[in-house]
């Protein structure tokens, strides 16, 4: 397979590769345009001369103006290159401002959340997104899209992670448009009456009757968070036990609105809409009615971002069909890719994008490889043989993508997806039908018991295979090299499976070789590695001692502690890990470390204090400490009371002793 042949493919490539110059280069909105005019303008100027001669400079052009055409999109979709972005405008003070509800946010255990467009700031207009957040014990009425408000306050920027490895939420956010948060109670805002409907608000008042209209008939609990999600895009019901069942048996991207769904819906739609081919213009009506019902149920679903991607790639699908043209795919695939991330290129940095991509990809070109390793005789076996092909392409697709983010593997991945895939254009259809009667009062009784069984038996099937634990492999470390190089021993693989050659193999060979030397050098950096570093959480102090690949955790609520050290592990490829109480005193690396704890005991020492640690908030007078102590930096961990860590941080600046607070500036690496 050659794909730089077709240039759909090729421009792509050059989108992506300026798309990321601008994210990693950010450039500004001047140089970006001044770029790409420059190009643009050369590129017409090669044109209109016509000198057959100058093909490869007009192709080297088309690259460069394609690569500035990235970089304008990204410098245009980076809100804050704008002057009227509100960061350029805020201050330190309590600030009046207008927000109109873009998205509402799966709540937390402590707050609700909302994603909202900046309007005005003060007597400015502003642009921008911020995050909303309200304490779930207050008397705050949910919020909904499209909904403005006034609010008073100031805004905050979002924390970094404060642990090392931790998800990176501050740059998930970022992605998203979003640097900072406004945090309100019911009295820091009103709500405007008058509001201007957009298409994503009318999306997301259609989806909530729907859901009400469904919570009035006979469906369990679990179910309807799975219909909710199958359906609507709407996720937020569904337990955290039925989603890690989902995980864990390889099917979870069934919970998601996203290609899947739209891709079987698509080919459902071919066809039940097939007789209209036999009406006068009956191709041109056909893609037009599977347009305007795909589209429909982009509607229904909410308008997700995720929904209208997979929208948006089968629209370009459906266009192919309709040109009889289905098997130049990845031009189809290329082009639709384009479209999208010109419109949105921050879009190539979420995870559910790449995915939806990967997996695409990798069926339209891996599925033909592997069926023809073997083609059945008889119908059920080739169908089956057929379904596990499909599995198989799109498990090899995301394989790489998954292990880097989420560093687990369902190895019966297989199993689900052949007892659930087939019937889930059934279940959706059915779903879609069971919708439209419940919005017409019209759903009969039975019916629902039809459905909420048939879910039901969905959630049993993937429940079984979820408790056959010995088959999900967890903790897989996986990094960035490690995630290109799985895809270029994938790609090189397969190259070879089309036509098998010695330069082919030679080339399989050295990276699979390059694979396992790069995991060997991280292994051998691991034995070497020797860390001590005091984490930050709430309530609990947490001191972890890195020895090669064995950790030792020194903390009294060790409990408390698992996320942080599962992710500690993972990414720094730990064999074991140990506990122990924590101590008062440690030296590390020939400098002493002291921990003071609510006894605010010491006793006497006879060595010099290069680190003092406070923690559970010792009632100590810090200045008469620190006079007989002569600690060299005070470090105070998320245990402590929020108002003594601001009495120690102004004693130590009236000291001139260096301050470490880990809620402000993250975890502590001691040297």
């Known amino acids: 397979m050659q794909l730089l042949r077709f240039i759909p493919v090729k421009l792509t490539i050059y989108l992506i590769f300026g798309i990321l110059l601008g994210y990693y280069f950010n450039f500004g909105i001047l140089i970006s345009s001044t770029l790409a005019v420059f190009f643009l303008a050369l590129l017409g100027w090669i044109f209109i001369r016509g000198n057959r001669k100058e093909a490869d400079l007009f192709a080297t052009l088309v690259a460069l103006t394609t690569t500035g055409i990235g970089i304008l999109s990204m410098s245009l979709a980076t809100l804050k290159n704008?002057?009227?972005?509100?960061?350029?405008?805020?201050?330190?003070?309590?600030?009046?401002?207008?927000?109109?509800?873009?998205?509402?946010?799966?709540?937390?255990?402590?707050?609700?959340r909302y994603v909202a467009e900046v309007h005005r700031l003060e007597n400015q207009k502003a642009s921008g997104k911020v995050l909303l957040s309200f304490p779930r014990d207050t008397a705050v009425t949910p919020f909904q899209v499209d909904d403005e408000l006034i609010a008073l306050g100031h805004t905050e920027e979002i924390a970094p992670p404060l642990n090392p490895h931790q998800f990176d939420y501050k740059?998930?956010?970022?992605?998203?448009?979003?640097?900072?948060?406004?945090?309100?109670?019911?009295?820091?805002?009103?709500?405007?009456?008058?509001?201007?409907?957009?298409?994503?608000?009318?999306?997301?008042?259609?989806?909530?009757k729907i859901i009400s209209k469904l919570k009035t008939s006979d469906f369990g609990d679990e179910e309807l968070g799975i219909i909710q999600a199958l359906l609507l895009g709407q996720r937020h019901d569904i337990s955290e036990e039925t989603y890690n069942n989902y995980k864990n048996a390889g099917a979870v991207h069934i919970l998601a609105v996203s290609g899947l769904h739209i891709g079987i819906l698509l080919f459902l739609l071919q066809f039940l809409l097939g007789p209209l081919e036999y009406l006068p213009k009956g191709k041109i009506i056909k893609l037009i009615v599977t347009l305007l019902l795909l589209w429909g149920f982009a509607f229904l679903a909410g308008m997700s971002a995720s929904i209208v991607r997979a929208v948006t790639m089968f629209t370009f699908v459906a266009y192919a069909l309709y040109l009889n043209r289905p098997g130049n795919t990845f031009n189809i695939l290329a082009l639709s890719m384009f479209a999208i991330l010109l419109v949105d290129p921050k879009l190539l940095f979420q995870v559910g994008f790449q995915m939806s991509y990967a997996a695409v990809f990798a069926?339209?070109?891996?599925?033909?490889?592997?069926?023809k390793l073997w083609y059945p005789k008889h119908w059920f076996t080739h169908k089956v043989w057929q379904l596990l092909s499909v599995s198989m392409a799109?498990?090899?697709?995301?394989?790489?993508?998954?292990?880097?983010?989420?560093?687990?593997?369902?190895?019966?991945?297989?199993?689900?997806?052949?007892?659930i895939v087939p019937f889930l254009g059934l279940i959706l259809g059915l779903g879609i039908l069971v919708i439209l009667l419940s919005l017409f009062n019209i759903l009969p009784s039975v019916l629902v018991k039809i459905y909420d069984f048939t879910i039901g038996l969905m959630n049993n099937v993937i429940e079984w295979v979820a408790q056959r634990e010995s088959f999900v492999f967890k903790d897989i470390p996986f990094d960035q090299v490690q995630l290109l190089m799985a895809y270029a021993i994938i790609f090189s693989l397969f190259i070879m499976c089309t036509k098998v050659s010695f330069k082919r193999a030679v080339t399989l060979l050295i990276l699979v070789i390059g694979f396992q030397m790069w995991m060997f050098h991280t292994s051998h950096r691991t034995t070497q590695t020797k860390k001590?570093?005091?984490?930050?959480?709430?309530?609990?102090?947490?001191?972890?001692?890195?020895?090669?690949?064995?950790?030792?955790?020194?903390?009294?609520?060790?409990?408390?502690?698992?996320?942080?050290?599962?992710?500690?592990?993972?990414?720094?490829?730990?064999?074991?890990?140990?506990?122990?109480?924590?101590?008062?005193?440690?030296?590390?690396?020939?400098?002493?470390?002291?921990?003071?704890?609510?006894?605010?005991?010491?006793?006497?020492?006879?060595?010099?204090?290069?680190?003092?640690?406070?923690t559970q908030s010792p009632k100590i007078n810090l200045e008469r400490l620190i006079d007989s102590l002569r600690p060299k930096k005070l470090i105070v961990d998320g245990s402590n009371y929020k108002s003594y860590i601001e009495r120690w941080k102004r004693t130590c600046n009236k000291r001139k002793l260096p301050f470490h607070y880990t809620g402000e500036k993250g975890a502590y690496y001691f040297e």
């Open 82 to 112: 704008y002057d009227h972005h509100y960061s350029h405008l805020i201050s330190n003070q309590n600030e009046k401002w207008q927000l109109k509800i873009l998205e509402v946010m799966k709540p937390t255990n402590f707050s609700m």
């Open 394 to 419: 799109a498990q090899l697709g995301v394989l790489p993508i998954s292990l880097y983010y989420f560093h687990q593997f369902p190895g019966l991945f297989f199993v689900s997806n052949l007892l």
């Open 363 to 371: 069926i339209v070109w891996i599925y033909p490889l592997l069926q």
């Open 532 to 614: 001590l570093v005091l984490a930050h959480q709430t309530r609990n102090a947490i001191l972890m001692y890195q020895n090669g690949n064995r950790l030792t955790l020194m903390t009294n609520k060790k409990n408390e502690a698992a996320l942080i050290v599962t992710d500690y592990k993972v990414a720094e490829r730990i064999d074991s890990v140990g506990y122990q109480d924590l101590a008062n005193s440690y030296t590390f690396r020939n400098k002493n470390l002291l921990i003071i704890d609510s006894l605010g005991v010491y006793g006497v020492l006879d060595k010099s204090i290069d680190y003092m640690v406070l």
């Open 171 to 208: 740059k998930y956010l970022e992605n998203l448009g979003v640097s900072h948060q406004l945090r309100l109670n019911d009295n820091d805002y009103i709500v405007l009456k008058n509001q201007s409907p957009t298409l994503n608000g009318m999306a997301a008042s259609f989806r909530r």
